[in-house]
């Protein structure tokens, strides 16, 4: 049948369906983007997004490796702590060194670097 011989009704039905079939595909792309953009946002952005999962194996190392320097600090501190209790000679050591403590008839000298007592010397003549 050639566009001739219809009825000018049935040509204004067959605009209407080009137009709405137009419209159909235009709602389609739009919601395909709408839905690609908020799937792309679920996937790199939001909380549970790529750059959130990044930031927490991130925060997980550095917690990971602060844990390990204070398991080596509790061991050094609690080999301390044995030393501290069992060896005499370590604590007359620390009261010595830290306390300046001494034992009776003995006498303290004490002999600075031979680099700071050029600076004392320095500081001194200006």
Known sequence: MSNMHRS???KEKEKIQIKRIALQRTLKKILAIIGA???FWFIVGGDLGLFAMIRSIRYKK???KLIEQEEIRSEMLSKKIKQASSDTFY???IARTKYGMVNDNEMVFIFAD???SRNI???SVR
């Open 114 to 116: 031979e680099d700071s």
């Open 121 to 123: 010397f320095k500081n």
């Open 37 to 39: 953009a908020m799937l």
């Open 62 to 64: 550095n917690l990971e």
């Open 91 to 93: 604590i007359e050591q």
């Open 8 to 10: 000018p009704r049935h």
